[in-house]
């Protein structure tokens, strides 16, 4: 007679959702959406919750607006999600709105794609139409060295990902949760 196998310790509880943060052109929601399918949880993009409310593109949104005004637009909408069992694709801005923050640690753990500039530089150069919230006369590089800090400030756990494919971050991902 065969034993029966140990039960696995869930990843994360049924409560929980996992939220990623980190530049445009980290791969936030290419890793959020292979980490959805490695949990068989959903996948939401708090970008398209805001193109959705507008009824627009991103940086026709971010266009229409000072970059405060849009912050505290994107602060507003994060703070209003209210999700279980979900994989959280945030917008690279979202750290320099606190109560945002805070409210996607209520919902559980936040994860930081950390991914070096120049890589970044060339994802974002590949998608010019990217929106992203950046002040006249702001570099991408301005908006690197000034999150960076956030961004671990923020995070439970972070991610290198420069050398990584989705599929091995969304999975290193998965294997702290399992292991935390």
């Known amino acids: 007679m065969s034993e029966t196998p140990p039960l696995r310790q869930p990843v994360a509880t049924d409560e929980e959702c996992i939220s990623i943060i980190g530049m445009a052109g980290a791969g936030k929601t290419t890793v959020g959406k292979a980490l959805s399918q490695l949990l068989s949880w959903a996948f939401l993009d708090s970008d398209h919750i805001i193109e959705a409310h507008y009824g627009t593109r991103l940086q026709d949104v971010a266009d229409s607006m000072s970059k405060d005004e849009f912050l505290d637009v994107e602060g507003a909408i994060i703070s209003r999600i209210g999700a279980r069992r979900s994989v959280i694709s945030t917008g690279g801005s979202v750290v320099y709105r606190q109560y945002a923050v805070d409210h996607l640690k209520t919902l559980g753990p936040v994860v930081y794609l950390d991914v070096s ?18 002040a006249p006369g702001q570099t991408v590089e301005d908006l690197y060295n000034e999150r960076k800090a956030l961004y671990e400030a923020a995070a439970d756990f972070t991610v290198s990902c420069d050398t990584l494919d989705p599929e091995t971050c969304a999975a290193r991902i998965r294997d702290w949760l399992t292991n935390r």
């Open 117 to 134: 500039l120049p890589i970044i530089l060339e994802r974002i150069s590949r998608n010019p139409e990217r929106g992203l919230a950046i």
